[in-house]
């Protein structure tokens, strides 16, 4: 597990009312517990979350990572199927990291029993993350990417 995978659980588990995680992967074990936090109507959202990372080598390694980009907004797959980017083959994709998209704009298909589901964006904004590939198989609620609201 790298920072990056690191950082997207703690971004998609403050999205959820899980309090805690626990990870082993081979010698490393990674354990994310939601901090406290203030949360007002008007203000953005900000936690801090603490991550503990131990394997045989070293005892306790203890890390801090702020979520301080709340304004992003994950949109998730709404359906099992596979995951295109553009609407044919060979043609352009619907949108590309650091693209501006606004809200109804078509952001992939999900085909689904043969039937081509148009994914649009809930919100505007810039498309910061893409985390699925062209074709990939999707499952219900699986985050396809981020956009920083604007």
Excluded: H
């Excluded at 997207?8 to 074990?29: G, S, Y």
């Excluded at 498309?127 to 981020?146: A, F, H, R, S, T």
């Amino acid at each position: 597990m790298d920072i990056k995978d690191i950082k997207d659980l703690i971004i998609t588990i403050n999205n959820t009312d899980i309090e805690r995680v626990e990870i082993q992967k081979d010698n490393t074990k990674v354990i994310i517990s939601k901090g406290s936090s203030n949360k007002d109507k008007d203000s953005t959202f900000k936690a801090s979350n603490t991550i503990e990372v131990a394997d045989d080598k070293k005892l306790t390694q203890r890390e801090e990572i702020s979520l301080e980009n709340e304004n992003l907004y994950i949109v998730k797959s709404p359906m099992v199927g596979t995951y295109y980017q553009a609407p044919g083959p060979g043609e352009e994709s619907f949108v590309k990291i650091g693209g501006i998209v606004e809200k109804g704009q078509t952001l992939c298909i999900i085909e689904a029993m043969k039937l081509m589901n148009e994914i649009e964006a809930e919100v505007a904004g810039e498309v910061v993350e893409i985390l699925v590939k062209n074709e990939d198989i999707v499952q219900y609620g699986q985050p396809l990417m981020k956009i920083r609201r604007v």
